[in-house]
Nanobody, 127 residues
Framework: QVQLVESGGGLVQAGGSLRLSCAAS????????MGWFRQAPGKEREFVAT????????YYADSVKGRFTISRDNAKNTVYLQMNSLKPEDTAVYYC????????????????????WGQGTQVTVSS
């Protein structure tokens, strides 16, 4: 069982930056691939970024590639999403998710693969 708590959301002007954090409870964090997803009002939840257990593999949605960076600190049981050059279309509730795996290289861009989810943090980008 993994419990996730996101933080770091807020209101920022276009072009600004935010850093989201997701703190995980339990001793299994280092065995989990992690993902960030987002859901804008009236839209389906969409993939943002994912990182493997060791942090050696990362993968991004095309819409955020070059602007967002996912990272993790297994000693702190925390995954981060650094968001730069924010755009109004990045406005959404951002969720982190965990996927326990026996494979160090495992990662996924599919939300249906993730059994554990945080409650979400709101990011609003004004124009």
């Amino acid at each position: 069982q993994v419990q996730l708590v996101e933080s770091g959301g807020g209101l920022v002007q276009a072009g600004g930056s935010l850093r989201l954090s997701c703190a995980a409870s339990g001793r299994t964090f280092s065995r989990c691939a992690m993902g960030w997803f987002r859901q804008a009002p009236g839209k389906e939840r969409e993939f943002v970024a994912t990182i493997s257990r060791s942090g050696g593999i990362t993968y991004y949605a095309d819409s955020v590639k070059g602007r967002f960076t996912i990272s993790r600190d297994n000693a702190k049981n925390t995954v981060y999403l650094q968001m730069n050059s924010l755009k109004p279309e990045d406005t959404a509730v951002y969720y982190c998710a965990a996927l326990a795996s026996d494979y160090y290289s495992a990662y996924s861009a599919s939300d249906s693969d993730y059994p554990y989810w945080g409650q979400g943090t709101q990011v609003t980008v004004s124009s």
